[in-house]
C-alpha cells in the first residue's frame, strides 16, 4: 500500500515536471498527409525568435510561412493557415507530431490524417527516365483534358510541375524509384499528388486531389507540337476600340482607362485574384516590368477578381498582396471570381478568363496581345522564357510611336 | 456500486471501438454543425433564385428579420443591393449581410439561395457503435456507358455528377450491388465517389429517405464502403433544404446498424 502511494507521488511529481517542460518543437520536420493513394511528403521548418514561434511549409525549396504557430496544452502544437480557413493540429510526442491537417467546406470539415518526424526527408536521386516534358491526358475514359508534365531532376529529387490550359499547378517535389514515381504540391490550401510508372514509352498513374479524390491519367513524351492551346489564343480580345475599364482603388478611388497616367503609354492591364497561387507567381515579374520600363512609358494596372464582393473585406486582401509583393502600380477591385463576372465585366474579352490573363495594350489603348495563365518558377525554362517574352513585349510596344 | 461500475464501463468500452479517426471526425463534424455560421443549423432559408429576392420588412416573410436587400440575377452576374450600395454576389461562398450569411449555389439559371442565420438549437446527430462488420471491401465495375445525371447532393444543391459504375461487396453477410456517382466538389479539382442508400433501419433508427456514403480508394478497382461513415444529408437537421430521392436499385435489404443515426426533434 505505502509502496503503491510513493509510484502515485513519484508520478505525479513526473507529471508536474513535465508540465513545466515543453517539448523543444524547433528545427526541420519531414511531414506527411496520408491520402487514401499513398503518402504525401513535405517539409515543416519551425523556429523560435524572441520567443515567439513561427514555421514555414515547402515544397522543395518554395516555402509559405503559417500565419500562426501556437502551442497549447502541454503537448500540442497549432499551424494556422488563415488564409485557406485551414491549420494543422497536431500532438507533439517526443521526435514525432501526429494529427490532422483541416479545413472547412460548404458540406463541412474535412480532414486529412498527418504526421512528422524530425528531420529532412532524404533527396533521392531521379529517374533519368522520366525526367523531361510529357504531355498527358487527364481522365481519358471518361473526359479527357489535356495537361503537360515537367520533369526534372535537381538536387532535392525530382521536381517539376503539371501545366493545364490556364496556368500551372505550382512545384511539386517527390522522388522516383525504378519505374515508378512520386511527387507532390500541398500549399496549405491545394492537396495534389501525382503517382505512376513509366510502362514502356508511356507513364501511366494518378493524380490525387485532397484525401481520395483519384484521376486517372497517361501521358507521352512530348513531341514539340502543342498540346495545350497557346496561352495566346486561350482568350480573346476586341481589337478595333481602345481597351476600357473603370474600377475603384483599394483607396475607393475610381481608376479609369482615360485617367492621364495610362495615355500615351503602353499599358499592362493584369487580372488578378489573390486567390489564385498563379497570381502569386507571377506578381514578382509584374513588378519587375514595373521597376525597369515606368520611366520609359510603361504602366500596369492590376484588376483584381476576389472572393467575397464585400469592399471591407476584398480590400483588406488585395492589400496584403500588394505589400507582400511591393507592387507599386495600383490595384482595384474589379469583381468576385465566380467563374463568370469576369467575363461580365470585361466585355472586350471573349473565352474562359484564366487567373491570371495578362493584356498588353500598346500606346493607342488598343490590345495587341493576351496572355491566359502564367508558367510559375515551377516550370523552370518555361518560366525563365515567359518572363524574357514579357519583356520582348514590353520593349517592342514602347519602341513604338 | 458494482452496477454503477458496470454502467461506466459498458459505454467506455463500446467507444473504444471507434477508431480514434472516426470519433476525432464526427466530434469534429458535430461541432461545425453546433458553432459554424454557415452551418445546416443555421439555415434559415433555402429557395431557387427565380425573380428578385427581397429581405427585410416587405420581402419574403421568411427574411423579415434581415437587413433590407435585394438579390437579383443580371444576365449571369448576382448582384446584392443594400442600403450599403451594391455588390457582385459570388457562388458557393458565404456572403455576409447584417449579421446573417447568404450562399448562392447551383449551375446557372437554376441558382439555389440559402440564408443562414444563428445556429439554432438543432438534435446533434448520434451515431451507432462501431461495427467493424459493415467495414466492405469491394471492387467498382466501370459503367457500361458514359452517363451523367442532375441530382440533389446532401446538402440539396443540384449537381451534375457521373456514373462512376457499380461497387460490389458483401454488405451484411450477402452480394451487394449499389450504385456511385461522382459528384464534384466545386471550384476543386476534388469529387466524392457516393452511394446514396437504403436499409431496413430507414425509419426506424435512422433517416427515412436513405443516406450517403463516400468510397474510399484502396488501389486498383479496390474501394472501401465504410458503412460507419454513413452520414444524413442535410434535410435530415433542418426542413429547409429539400432531400434527395433514393436512388434506384441501392436498397440494402438488411439492417444496417452503423453510422449516423436520425434524432428526430
Known amino acids: 500500500m505505502r509502496a503503491a502511494a510513493v509510484l502515485v507521488a513519484l508520478m505525479l511529481a513526473a507529471g508536474a515536471a513535465g508540465a513545466q517542460q515543453r ?5 526541420p520536420w519531414r511531414a506527411t498527409l496520408d491520402l487514401a493513394g499513398g503518402a504525401l511528403r513535405f517539409h515543416i521548418e519551425l523556429s523560435t525568435t524572441d520567443g515567439r514561434l513561427a514555421g514555414r511549409l515547402c515544397n522543395a ?13 502541454r503537448d500540442s502544437v497549432v499551424l494556422d493557415l488563415a488564409d485557406y480557413a485551414a491549420a494543422i493540429r497536431a ?4 521526435d514525432s507530431l501526429v494529427g490532422f491537417y483541416r479545413n472547412v467546406g460548404n458540406r463541412g470539415p474535412r480532414t486529412i490524417p498527418f504526421r512528422a518526424a524530425r528531420g529532412a526527408w532524404p533527396a533521392e536521386p531521379p529517374v533519368a527516365a522520366l525526367v523531361g516534358r510529357w504531355d498527358a491526358t487527364f481522365n481519358p475514359a471518361e473526359r479527357p483534358s489535356p495537361r503537360v508534365l515537367e520533369f526534372r531532376g535537381t538536387a532535392r529529387g525530382l521536381e517539376g510541375t503539371i501545366i493545364s490550359n490556364s496556368g500551372d499547378y505550382g512545384l511539386f517535389w517527390g522522388r522516383a524509384e525504378a519505374d515508378s514515381f512520386s511527387m507532390a504540391h500541398f500549399d496549405g490550401s491545394f492537396v495534389y499528388m501525382l503517382t505512376g510508372r513509366l510502362a514502356g514509352d508511356t507513364l501511366e498513374g494518378l493524380f490525387h486531389a485532397g484525401l481520395r479524390t483519384q484521376t486517372p491519367f497517361v501521358a507521352v513524351r512530348s513531341t514539340g507540337r502543342p498540346h495545350l492551346t497557346a496561352p495566346t489564343e486561350v482568350v480573346r480580345a476586341d481589337t478595333t476600340d481602345r481597351f476600357t475599364w473603370a474600377f475603384p482603388s483599394v483607396a475607393g478611388k475610381l481608376v479609369t482607362s482615360d485617367d492621364p497616367r495610362f495615355q500615351g503609354k503602353v499599358v499592362i492591364v493584369d487580372i488578378i485574384g489573390t486567390w489564385c497561387p498563379t497570381c502569386h507567381d507571377a506578381a514578382p515579374a509584374m513588378v519587375d ?3 525597369r520600363y515606368r520611366d520609359a512609358g510603361l ?9 467575397t464582393g464585400d469592399t471591407a473585406v476584398d480590400g483588406a486582401l488585395v492589400r496584403r498582396y500588394r505589400d507582400k509583393f511591393g507592387i507599386e502600380f495600383p490595384l482595384l477591385l474589379a469583381g468576385v471570381n465566380d467563374g463568370q463576372s469576369p467575363g461580365e465585366t470585361q466585355p472586350q474579352l471573349s473565352g474562359p478568363i484564366a487567373f491570371p490573363t495578362t493584356i498588353f495594350l500598346d500606346r493607342s489603348g488598343r490590345v495587341r496581345k493576351v496572355h491566359a495563365g502564367f508558367y510559375g518558377p515551377a516550370t523552370g525554362a518555361a518560366h525563365e522564357a515567359l518572363k524574357r517574352e514579357f519583356v520582348e513585349t514590353v520593349r517592342k510596344l514602347l519602341a513604338e510611336r | 456500486m458494482r452496477l454503477a461500475a458496470l454502467a461506466l464501463l459498458v459505454p467506455a468500452l463500446a467507444f473504444a471501438q471507434t477508431p480514434p479517426d472516426l470519433a476525432a471526425e464526427r466530434a469534429d463534424y458535430t461541432r461545425w454543425l453546433e458553432t459554424s455560421p454557415g452551418s445546416p443549423f443555421a439555415g434559415l432559408y433555402h429557395q431557387f433564385l427565380h425573380d428578385d429576392l427581397v429581405f427585410g420588412p416587405g420581402g419574403d416573410p421568411a427574411l423579415a428579420e434581415l437587413p433590407p436587400a435585394t438579390l437579383r440575377q443580371e444576365r449571369r452576374r448576382l448582384v446584392l443591393r443594400t442600403a450599403d450600395g451594391t455588390r457582385t454576389v459570388p457562388r458557393n461562398h458565404d456572403v455576409p449581410l447584417g449579421g446573417f450569411h447568404i450562399r448562392v449555389a447551383g449551375e446557372r439559371g437554376n441558382a439555389v439561395v440559402t440564408v443562414f442565420g444563428t445556429p ?5 446527430p448520434g451515431w451507432y457503435p462501431y461495427a467493424a462488420e459493415v467495414v466492405v471491401d469491394g471492387t467498382l465495375e466501370p459503367p457500361s456507358r458514359p452517363e451523367s445525371r442532375r441530382m440533389l447532393g446532401l446538402d440539396g444543391v443540384t449537381i451534375e455528377a457521373s456514373h462512376a459504375g457499380t461497387f460490389v461487396g458483401a454488405v451484411a453477410g450477402q452480394a451487394a450491388r449499389l450504385t456511385v456517382f461522382r459528384m464534384p466538389e466545386p471550384g476543386t479539382e476534388e469529387s466524392e465517389l457516393m452511394i446514396f442508400f437504403r436499409d431496413e433501419t430507414n425509419g426506424r433508427g435512422t433517416y427515412p429517405p436513405g443516406r450517403f456514403l463516400a468510397l474510399r480508394p484502396l488501389g486498383g478497382d479496390r474501394y472501401r464502403a465504410d458503412f460507419n461513415r454513413a452520414r444524413n444529408p442535410f434535410c435530415a437537421y433542418n426542413g429547409i433544404f429539400p432531400c434527395p430521392l433514393p436512388w434506384a436499385g441501392n436498397a440494402i435489404a438488411a439492417a444496417i446498424e452503423a453510422g449516423e443515426k436520425y434524432v428526430a426533434k
Open chain 1, 23 to 27: 517539448a523543444d518543437v524547433d528545427g
Open chain 1, 61 to 73: 525549396d518554395a516555402c509559405d510561412p503559417f500565419s500562426s504557430v501556437t502551442r497549447f496544452a
Open chain 1, 91 to 94: 500532438r507533439v510526442t517526443g
Open chain 1, 289 to 291: 516590368l514595373y521597376r
Open chain 1, 299 to 307: 504602366e500596369i494596372v492590376g484588376l483584381a477578381y476576389e472572393v
Open chain 2, 120 to 124: 439554432r438549437d438543432a438534435v446533434v
